[in-house]
């Protein structure tokens, strides 16, 4: 007797769960997020949780219908200009990753550049 005659074949087939996401799904994600920075008085995402979320919220918004999409981004990109902490009155957020840097300017706009350098 071999050993695959042990294991009868009556599993059914594995079926792949979709990846694409729900426009529901997507409204519950944005509206936990926009819901912590309402009832925050400074930002509560830490640097990399921003940074994160600067750039995944006008991608994952293209998924929502277009006057939906504008107001979320709208509100999001209000909630930027918050204080970071209690001590600093205006959002000037500095952070450097390896390969990349993220800083507020005066002018009110994030910059993202390349800097920094990989460990030899």
Known sequence: MSQLE????????ATAEPTVPSVESIRVRFEALLDMLREADVMP???????FWIVVTPQMSNWLPPDEKAAVCAEFEGHLARPT????GLAEPQWRGRARSCRWVRSG?????????WPI
């Open 109 to 117: 706009k994030w910059t993202f550049s390349m800097t920094g350098r």
């Open 45 to 51: 995402l830490s640097a990399r949780e921003l940074a």
């Open 85 to 88: 902490s209690r001590r600093s």
């Open 6 to 13: 042990l294991f009868p074949v009556q599993c059914p087939p």
